[in-house]
């Protein structure tokens, strides 16, 4: 357990140091994930590091238990009129070991995926610790897209990380680094060539 908070720790840290340097134009970019901007996911990455299993619960329920809603009432919350003090609360929280009711793999996914859903349309370049991306990525292979995962897309295809030990599935093969199988897997789109083999297509396709 505290070797996942310490590698999400780093990530966050990592993170702050990739944003310090933005300009107000780059805030406004839009991220991978749908409907959300650079400055719109920095919001969701604190909101989710100050989330706890008690509030997380009534926030649930005032939401009528629907994430989409919870996520979008978060960030109203937590994204400031200027996005440097949003950054500032993020480095102000970003050592916390808070978590909603969920695997503490989850942990992994969300700094993980969301870095990603900032760095790529900045055009910055991270790695990431490869172990913990299997480990985020074994998760979400077996978690339905409904709580965030993607289990359903990977009905057909067979993944094979071709950076680490990851080997999942039963269909067409599709290769490629675990992050980008992650972000796949996930539902975000990634580079052209970033995944090869047969099932490639099918996958990507899903997103």
């Given amino acids: 357990m505290n070797e996942i908070w ?5 990530e966050r840290d990592a993170l702050i140091r990739d944003l310090e340097a933005l300009n107000p134009q780059e805030w406004t970019t839009p991220s991978l994930c749908p409907g959300w901007d ?8 604190v909101n989710d590091a100050k989330s706890t299993r008690l509030g997380f619960v009534g926030r649930m329920i005032a939401a009528g ?4 809603r919870i996520n979008a009432l978060g960030i109203a919350r937590e994204r400031s009129t200027d996005p440097a003090q949003t950054l500032a609360t993020f480095q102000e929280v970003c050592s916390r070991t808070t978590s909603a ?3 503490l ?17 900045l055009g910055i370049e991270h790695q990431y610790p490869v172990a913990e991306v299997a480990t985020a990525l074994q998760y979400q292979a077996k978690t ?9 897309r990977l009905v057909g295809p067979r993944l094979i990380a071709t950076d680490t030990v990851f080997d999942e599935g039963d269909g067409k ?7 980008a199988l992650l972000l796949a897997v996930s539902g975000r789109p990634v580079n052209e060539g970033e995944l090869t083999g047969p099932g490639a297509l099918s996958l990507t396709a899903t997103n």
């Fill in 101 to 103: 009711p969920a695997p």
């Fill in 65 to 68: 238990f629907n994430f989409d």
């Fill in 38 to 45: 650079v400055h719109s996911v920095l919001a969701h990455l």
């Fill in 144 to 152: 339905s897209v409904k709580l965030g995962g993607g289990k359903e």
């Fill in 105 to 121: 793999a989850t942990r992994l996914v969300e700094i993980i995926v969301h870095g990603e859903d900032i760095r790529r349309p």
């Fill in 6 to 10: 310490t590698i999400v720790h780093r």
């Fill in 173 to 179: 093969e599709v290769r490629g680094a675990a992050t």
